[in-house]
């Protein structure tokens, strides 16, 4: 499967433990996106990487987020001291270029987030 | 205010049947990107349509079509012969301008088709 993947695809956690969420974006995608989906909501940007950069994380929440997209290996999305409110779908994207108005992002299935 | 708005939390179709379904954008660029995904119940985000701004002829892909009206700033999804498989939420979305790296997305409408 060339697909974005994404892993696991549920996550359950308890208040205060950490969460990793793993993204491997296509082949031959180098740019990385992260976004959040409430229930009942459209998705919410959260961060733009490229390889060992972050980009764009106007998105993220100041405290307790961080992401990272190596040289070797997938993305991650981490998230400490994990609260209820953090529970949520988080979808990874990739995509080829980056710039371009019509580049379209492939999404990965998600991972759903369960603070307990 | 919104980038996107969508209107229609549920919508209902009749199986072979045509459906219209809404999204208008608001943005101050001249250039910019419309979107529109589909989401089933198992969760994945599937890219559906594009239509750029300067683009003059509506996109079509198979059966989905998208009626782009600028002046409007609307950008409906025009789904004909419906399948009960395109039963899901369905996503608008838009990215601004060139260089920019985020899709903003409406909060979806949950389309159900009836046999």
């Known amino acids: 499967n060339a697909g974005v993947m994404q892993n696991p695809r549920h996550l359950v956690r308890r208040r205060g433990q950490e969460a990793r969420l793993r993204c491997s974006p296509m082949?031959?995608?180098?740019?990385v996106y992260w976004y959040r989906q409430l229930p009942e909501e459209g998705l919410k940007f959260m961060v733009y990487?490229?390889?060992?950069?972050?980009?764009?994380e106007s998105g993220m929440p100041k405290e307790r987020f961080s992401a990272e997209f190596p040289k070797e290996g997938p993305s991650i999305l981490r998230i400490q001291q994990v609260v209820r409110g953090d529970s949520a779908a988080y979808f990874c994207?990739?995509?080829?270029?980056?710039?371009?108005?019509?580049?379209?992002?492939?999404f990965g299935s998600g991972t759903q987030l369960s603070v307990l | 205010a919104q980038k996107i708005t969508q209107t229609q939390p549920g919508m209902f179709v009749q199986e072979k049947e045509a459906v219209t379904l809404d999204c208008t954008y608001d943005?101050?660029?001249?250039?910019?990107?419309l979107f529109w995904y589909k989401q089933p119940s198992s969760g994945e985000m599937i890219f559906l349509i594009y239509?750029?701004?300067?683009?003059?002829q509506n996109a079509t892909e198979g059966r989905y079509s998208l009626n782009f009206q600028k002046a409007r700033k609307s950008a409906n999804l025009v789904i004909s012969a419906s399948q009960l498989g395109d039963s899901a939420m369905y996503f608008c979305?838009?990215?601004?301008?060139?260089?920019?790296?985020?899709?903003?997305f409406g909060t979806g409408t949950r389309l159900t088709v009836i046999p």
């Open positions: 979305a838009m990215r601004e301008g060139l260089g920019a790296n985020n899709l903003f």
């Open positions: 239509q750029g701004s300067y683009d003059e």
């Open positions: 990487l490229q390889k060992e950069n972050i980009i764009d």
């Open positions: 994207a990739s995509s080829q270029r980056q710039g371009q108005t019509n580049e379209k992002l492939f």
């Open positions: 943005t101050s660029d001249q250039s910019y990107g």
């Open positions: 082949k031959g995608h180098s740019h």
